[in-house]
């Protein structure tokens, strides 16, 4: 069935109280979870809380919650679909410690897959805060899951719907340490003048900001509740600073997640295996994801064709506007293991869910 939560913030400050937002206030101490979205307050009753799908009955004691964001586009949803099927193929499955689910859908209105994909809705930013990039909802809507939902799992595996599940995924995360994966272009280091910013010296050295997104990330629960506002927070203010917003580009959010983590202690055990991102990385058989981010083009002898339109192409962006069709046809010879598992897997997914539509 479907879960849902319900938001109603009356807006009491103007948009420009966004963009004078002093850093001191935004990272100073540990920011509490009940924090609200600058310029906005909840009024909330018992039924705004939602229960995520319920834990199964398992031996282990260490099950992390998947949470992945998504908005109700056709594009997020279809992806969604197939990121859910598979998390429900490997859950129960041995090595697995893998619980509950939740999409955090920060539309603000309930969509078609209430029913399907254990839901959570959370309201987005208020219109034009996020200047045009969407995922400055992502740090919005995991405080709003955090503060509303039920979460029986002391772990939480932040996710995305262009994630597939490969295997069991074990908690890589251990004690204090969070598990994330380590992006080539996240680079704290090469960034430092414009880190500092957000991450004082006085904070340590630039070294402590790991070169991670928020996902794939395993992380505690508790870590998480004091990380989630502060991230917001650091993402919006961020945004507002034309250096920062020209340095990072789309990727800024991902460094506002670094530097969160790093301003409330939380290091990462870095996972170079945790996921993989075709057709750059050719092999599955040691990764738990498949991030299907970048498009796949290649010619009928197997070779890729960087920055054309391949005779063959497997590339989500195809498919803004709907699904892509059911037995979609298999890359030719000589093309790198890791696409051919991947369209396979979409096709596996798209046979068995039900009503898929193209």
């Avoid at 219109?127 to 995991?142: C, E, I, K, M, T």
């Avoid at 790991?210 to 993402?235: E, F, H, Q, Y």
């Avoid at 890729?304 to 037995?327: H, L, V």
């Amino acid at each position: 069935m479907g879960f849902r939560g319900k938001f109603f913030f009356p807006m009491l400050m103007t948009l420009s109280l966004f963009l004078i937002i002093r850093y001191n206030y935004i990272v100073s101490g540990d920011p509490p979870l009940q924090q609200d979205l600058p310029g906005r307050r909840s009024f909330s009753s018992r039924n705004d809380v939602i229960s995520s799908v319920k834990t199964p009955s398992k031996k282990t004691k260490r099950l992390f919650h998947t949470a992945v964001t998504a908005t109700d586009s056709v594009y997020s949803t279809w992806q969604c679909r197939i990121m859910y099927y598979w998390y429900n193929r490997f859950r129960d499955e041995p090595g697995s410690e893998m619980g509950g689910y939740t999409r955090i859908l920060h539309s603000g209105r309930p969509d078609g897959l209430m029913d399907e994909i254990p839901t959570f809705v959370a309201n987005p930013l208020p219109s034009g805060v996020d200047q045009g990039y969407v995922v400055l909802n992502r740090p919005w809507a995991f405080v709003q899951w955090l503060q509303q939902a039920h979460i029986e799992e002391d772990y939480i595996l932040m996710a995305e719907p262009d994630h597939i599940i490969v295997k069991p995924i074990p908690n890589l995360a251990r004690g204090n340490l969070g598990a994330a994966f380590p992006f080539s272009y996240i680079e704290p280091k090469k960034y430092e003048s414009v880190l500092r910013k957000f991450f004082p010296k006085e904070n340590g050295l630039i070294s402590r900001v790991d070169p991670i997104g928020n996902s794939p990330v395993i992380v505690s629960k508790n870590a998480l509740m004091k990380i989630a506002p502060t991230w917001m927070n650091v993402s919006l203010a961020m945004k507002n600073d034309p250096q920062t917003d020209k340095a990072f580009g789309w990727v800024l959010e991902m460094y506002a997640y670094a530097v969160s983590s790093a301003l409330h202690g939380v290091s990462n055990i870095l996972h170079k295996d945790f996921m993989i991102q075709p057709p750059w990385d050719t092999e599955s058989k040691k990764t738990y994801i498949i991030h299907y981010t970048y498009g796949c083009d290649f010619d009928m002898k197997g070779k890729m064709m960087y920055g054309k339109i391949g005779e063959w192409r497997f590339d989500k962006r195809s498919y803004g506007n709907k699904p892509p069709p059911r037995n979609l046809t298999l890359p030719p010879q000589g093309v790198p293991e890791s696409v051919v598992t991947l369209v396979s897997m979409v096709n596996e997914a798209t046979a068995n869910i039900p009503n898929w539509k193209s």
